[in-house]
């Protein structure tokens, strides 16, 4: 897991929802941002991969944006945002193994066969015959 927490920056702005008088003087909500194409850290293909898996996040200047407002306090929200930006960017990153085609077994196969064979007997047996 790559740690950029160095190139990302923030904002804060006053949080909605609950919170009586703490929401309407207190700016609690941070929103962070990362230019993703400023970054140091990662090479050209990788930015590639983070903007396209991430494009709905992503703005048109390629800054990715996340904002958090759940805590009460700006500096647990900083820390939360912080958290799960790494976390979305190193999730973006992997990439899933390349299933291998298989083919079922002859024994699969054939207690398949067995099975219908023996559900059209069954059904067969309970046809009214004179």
Do not use: C, H
Not at 2 to 31: C, H, I, M, P, W
Not at 67 to 77: C, D, G, L, P, Y
């Amino acid at each position: 897991m790559r740690d950029f927490s160095k190139e990302l920056s923030y904002k804060t702005s006053r949080s909605s929802g609950a919170g009586g008088q703490n929401v309407n003087k207190v700016e609690t909500s941070v929103t962070v941002m990362w230019k993703i194409a400023q970054s140091a850290l990662f090479q050209e293909d990788e930015k590639n991969l983070i903007t396209a898996k991430l494009s709905n996040r992503v703005n048109q200047e390629g800054v990715l944006q996340l904002t958090v407002s759940e805590a009460r306090t700006q500096i647990q929200n900083k820390k939360a945002a912080t958290e799960k930006i790494l976390e979305l960017v190193n999730k973006s990153l992997l990439q899933p193994k390349k299933r291998k085609p298989t083919k079922p077994s002859k024994g699969q196969i054939e207690k398949r066969l067995q099975a219908k064979k023996q559900r059209s007997e069954k059904k067969d047996n309970r046809k009214f015959r004179f």
